[in-house]
C-alpha cells in the first residue's frame, strides 16, 4: 500500500470521526448538527478545520474546574430564604424563576435605578461614583477604548487607587486590545489598579490552560463599593466609536442601580476575577429592604456563558416573552434568533400581545445584517410590527413586557450571545423604571421606519436566496 493510500485512508477515519463526534454530542440542537454535517460532507477538509477551532464552546479544563469551585465559593454568601418572588404579580413569575435558576440568585427586593441620558452621561456618572468611591472599584467591559470617555474612565480609576480605593479591571483580550497594549493600561498598573485579561489564548500552550479562541467576555459590569453597581449595553468608548465610525453613532442604553443586585453583578465579576487573577474576592451581600416602600423593586440578576446551563439565555428570552399580555418591545443590534426565540416571538404576536421589533437598519456586521433580513417574513405574518433604525447603530438591547417588566444587559439575540459569549443581564418588576425604558425605545421607533410584508416581496431573488442560504450555517458559526 503507498505512502499516498495511507493518507487518505487516515484522512478518511478522520473525517468519519469528526462526523462521528457531531452526532454523538446530545446537548447540540439539531440545526446545528445538520449544518455541521453537511459543511463537512460538502468540504471534508476544511469542515474538519474549521470544527476543531469551532465545532464546540470548549473552555479550558483548568478554567471550568476553577470556575466552578470559585462559583460555589460565592454562592454560600447566598441567603435562599431572601426571595421577593412573591411580591411579582404571578403572571410574570415564571420568568423570574428561569432567569433566577441560571446561577442560583434568588430574586431581591430594595432594588433602585435611574436611566442615564445617553451614552456619555453614562460615563459621567461613573466618573462621579468614583471619585466618591471608598472601598472598592470594580470594572467588566468587552470593549475599552483609548478615546475620550475611555480616557476619561482610566484617569478616574487610577485617582482613585492612588488615593487608595481597590480598583480591579477585567477586560476581554479582544475587544480590549488596543487599550491593553496602550500606554493608559500601564498608567492603571501604575497607579495600583489591578488588572486581568479575560480569555486571552495561549498559542502553543498547554491545551488545558486554552479555549475556542473566538469565545468572548462580553459582560458590561461596572460596580461601586458593593452598592453601587451598572448594566446595559454600552461599552467604554465614545458613542463616535472611531474603530467603525461609518456605523456612528453608537446607540447605548446603561442603568445605574443600587440595592441587592450590586452584590448579584458582584459575583458575576468576582467570578472572572478569580478565575483570571487567583485572587479570593469576598462578598459583602447587601441586605434588602422588602418594604419596598421607598420606590424599590424586586430584580435578579443572571449571567450566562459556554459553561451555563445549555440554552440558558434563550430560556430566558423566551419566558419573558412568553409573559406578555398586550405589548412587548424589544430592542437589539444582532438579531439571529433560534428556533425556541423565534417561535416564542410568533406565538407572542399570534395571541393578540402587540409585538414590536427595533433593528438597526445598518449593521457593522454584514453578515448578521443579512441573516437578520431573513427571519423577518414569518414574524410579520404573524402580526410582529419591525421597525429599523437609522440614527445610526442601535446597540441598546431593551425588553419591555406590558409596561411594567424590563430586561436590559450585555446580550443580543444571536448564537454569539445566546449560546458562546459570557454575558449579564438584569430583570427587573418596576412600572416606573419600566416607563423609562419605554419611553427610551419610543425615541428609537421615531427614528425608525417600519418593514412591511411588501418589501419582502419587492427584494431581489438572488438577495432572498443568499439571506436564506446564510441562516443553513447561522448554528455553527
Not at 183 to 201: C, E, F, I, N, Y
Request: glycine share 6%.
Amino acid at each position: 500500500m503507498s505512502a499516498h493510500t495511507v493518507w487518505l485512508s487516515l484522512l478518511f477515519l478522520l473525517h468519519l470521526l469528526v462526523i462521528a463526534r457531531v452526532l454523538l454530542l446530545e446537548t447540540r440542537n439539531p440545526y446545528s448538527r445538520a449544518a455541521w454535517v453537511m459543511l463537512l460532507l460538502l468540504l471534508p477538509g476544511v469542515g474538519v478545520v474549521l470544527y476543531v477551532f469551532f465545532g464546540e464552546p470548549w473552555v479550558a479544563k483548568n478554567t471550568r474546574s476553577e470556575a466552578r469551585h470559585d462559583f460555589q465559593q460565592l454562592q454560600q454568601e447566598l441567603d435562599p430564604t431572601a426571595s421577593a418572588l412573591n411580591t411579582i404579580p404571578a403572571r410574570y413569575q415564571n420568568a423570574f424563576r428561569t432567569c433566577s435558576s441560571i446561577n442560583g440568585f434568588p430574586v431581591l427586593a430594595g432594588n433602585q435605578a435611574s436611566l442615564t441620558a445617553d451614552s456619555n452621561a453614562s460615563i459621567d456618572a461613573m466618573v462621579s461614583d468614583f471619585a466618591a468611591a471608598k472601598s472598592s472599584i470594580h470594572i467588566s467591559f468587552y470593549i475599552w477604548l483609548t478615546d475620550h470617555n475611555g480616557s476619561k474612565i482610566v484617569n478616574a480609576v487610577a485617582e482613585a487607587a492612588r488615593r487608595g480605593v481597590t480598583c480591579r479591571i477585567v477586560v476581554d483580550a479582544i475587544g480590549s486590545r488596543t487599550l491593553i497594549a496602550s500606554p493608559q493600561w500601564q498608567t492603571m498598573q501604575q497607579a495600583g489598579v489591578k488588572l486581568a485579561v479575560s480569555m486571552r489564548h495561549k498559542f502553543g500552550g498547554n491545551p488545558l490552560h486554552s479555549s475556542r479562541i473566538d469565545l468572548r467576555n462580553h459582560r458590561k459590569i461596572v460596580i461601586v463599593d458593593d452598592s453601587i453597581t451598572y448594566c446595559g449595553s454600552q461599552n467604554c468608548a465614545d458613542p463616535e466609536f472611531l474603530v467603525k465610525a461609518k456605523f456612528a453613532p453608537w446607540v447605548d442604553i446603561m442603568l445605574r442601580f443600587t440595592g441587592p443586585v450590586a452584590t448579584q453583578n458582584q459575583m458575576l465579576f468576582a467570578d472572572d476575577w478569580m478565575v483570571e487573577s487567583g485572587e479570593n474576592l469576598p462578598l459583602h451581600p447587601i441586605s434588602p429592604n422588602t418594604a419596598g416602600d421607598d420606590g424599590s423593586f424586586p430584580a435578579v440578576v443572571f449571567g450566562t456563558g459556554p459553561m451555563s446551563v445549555q440554552g440558558g439565555m434563550s430560556s430566558a428570552f423566551s419566558s419573558v416573552i412568553a409573559c406578555a399580555q398586550t405589548e412587548l418591545v424589544i430592542s437589539t443590534p444582532y438579531f439571529v434568533p433560534d428556533h425556541p426565540l423565534q417561535a416564542a416571538l410568533i406565538a407572542c404576536s399570534r395571541r393578540g400581545v402587540a409585538v414590536t421589533l427595533i433593528v438597526p437598519a445598518r449593521n457593522d456586521s454584514w453578515f448578521v445584517g443579512t441573516m437578520s433580513r431573513a427571519y423577518y417574513a414569518p414574524l410579520i405574518a404573524a402580526g410582529v410590527n419591525i421597525q429599523e433604525f437609522h440614527g445610526g447603530l442601535l446597540h441598546a438591547k431593551t425588553m419591555v413586557i406590558d409596561g411594567e417588566v424590563a430586561l436590559i444587559g450585555s446580550a443580543n439575540m444571536d448564537r454569539r450571545s445566546l449560546e458562546l459569549n459570557f454575558e449579564n443581564n438584569i430583570l427587573l418588576y418596576a412600572p416606573p423604571t419600566a416607563a423609562l425604558i419605554r419611553a427610551r425605545q419610543d425615541s428609537y421607533l421615531a427614528k425608525a421606519t417600519a418593514v412591511s410584508a411588501l418589501d419582502l416581496q419587492r427584494r431581489p431573488k438572488w438577495r432572498i436566496i443568499l439571506q436564506n442560504f446564510l441562516t443553513i450555517f447561522e448554528p455553527i458559526f
